[in-house]
């Protein structure tokens, strides 16, 4: 069996089957891996740390330690993307074509990097806040961003489910870190419980992709079903349908979505943030390169079953958003609509809708975490003052956080001078260009919906008679509001992200563009 597999690799000699003949193992070149390994290793040093040191590690050097560890993470990623642009070099692979080192993989690790360092900045503050001690929450979330990251680079099925398994395990345990919280940990094992069965649904379509070509390898995969051409193969259709199920889960398209409300209000609010930024790009980095990349054959018969997510997800989101009174439940809404934006950029399947994808992944990771940043802040000690009503006197009380908090919605919403503008107009430009200008306009009728939303939450801030009566709630005072410095650094580099990027879209733009995927 072991020979066997051995022998699918690329460059395994054929011998290697033979009795006797010594084992084939792939050659592995450690730098092309350095962004996932530092964040597995910074991860593991934290661990041992705390195990080692009488006292704990101090909450400052783990809140610290994570953002140098995320900020190294992003460095190594530079000369690798260095290498891939170089036309004398160009993107390559690694772990016997397993993992592919390319623009795609490199961007979207930049992408869970910085989300790391954003939330770890929250953590700090929140933590103390919390009187919750230890460096598990730091760990697992570095964990968990390894996974993505690993997902991001997979060339292979079961390297894909590894990254996801990694992901999910530690993000589980993160839903339930507020002990003393029952909704976190009633959001912990609704998330486990669904967890699982997603990865079931996953694993199981690995399995009938596998039976239905004989490999887990995507480049093998995408060789095997060119050259075959389309036949009627239920295996393998039973098999996408299962991988997409899986990927739904994680992704919170409808109607794989009905975690995601709970979730996100049960589960301590920075663990909220990462969840709606890294974990969602991890997602998708996957499905894209399963669909788009390897299943480029069989377009016609999975991206009609995207365009139903899509648009499920685009009106579900909206319509579930806007009769919410719960701003965290109104941003897991809202995070499922635009799970259905950065779809309709799948349903695309070209380089324009890769690009569009990353580019709203980016964007929306500054968005997401800077609204959560402001609800961090505003939940208070205990985590529950998260209704539309507890915006209250926030304009009076912290007027610099209550007009972050509008850039951030205004941006989801897509007005212009923000980021979400252009990452809306690059996935409706995709979706038109591919000749799918239907999706288009149902995108656009979606934005003009969950605009309500975000107009209702503005509204709760600066005329709260409009959710509560007058005396019903009262104001929240600055005293009540304390302003950790952490959480005002990383509001401050998401609100300075979503503008810059608004008014000089080409910085992340040429990015994306050069974020080619090639398969080992």
Known sequence: MIATVLQGLPGAATSATQAGAPAVTPNVTWGYLAPILIMFGGALLLLLLGALMPNGVPRHVASFGTVVVGLASMASGVPLWLRIIDPTRGPTSAVAGAVGVDGFSVFAYWVIAAAVVLVALLFHGYLAREGLEGVEPYALMMFSAAGAMVMASANDLVVLFIGLEILSLAAYTLAAMHRRRIGSLEAGLKYFILGAAASAFLLYGIALLYGATGTTSLGAMRTYLDGQGLVSDNLLLGGIAMVIIGLGFKVAAVPFHWWAPDV??????????????????????????????ALPAYRGDWRPVIEVLALLSLFGGAFGAIVQTDVKRMLAYSSINHAGFILVAVDAASAQGISAALFYLAVYSLMTIGAFAVVTVISREGDGHTSLADLRGLPTARPALA?????????????????????????????????????????????????????????????????????????????????????????????????????FPGLITNLTRQATVILG
Do not use: N
Request: charged share 10%; hydrophobic share 60%; aromatic share 12%.
């Open 264 to 293: 996100y209000q049960g589960s301590p609010t920075p663990v909220t943030a990462f969840m709606a930024s890294a974990i969602k790009a991890g997602a998708f980095a996957g499905l894209l390169r399963l669909l788009v990349v």
């Open 403 to 503: 007009l972050a908090l509008v850039v951030f919605v205004l941006a989801q919403a897509g007005v212009p001078f923000t980021g979400g503008f252009f990452a809306k107009f690059g996935v409706i430009t995709a979706a038109v260009d591919a000749g799918h200008w239907w999706m288009g306009v149902a995108a656009m009728v979606s934005a003009v919906v969950s605009a309500f939303l975000y107009l209702r939450i503005v509204g709760a801030m600066y005329w709260p008679s409009d959710e509560a009566e007058d005396g019903a709630t009262p104001a929240v005072t600055r005293a009540q509001l304390p302003f950790p410095r952490t959480a005002g650094i990383a509001l401050g580099l998401c609100l300075v992200g979503v503008l810059i990027i608004g008014i």
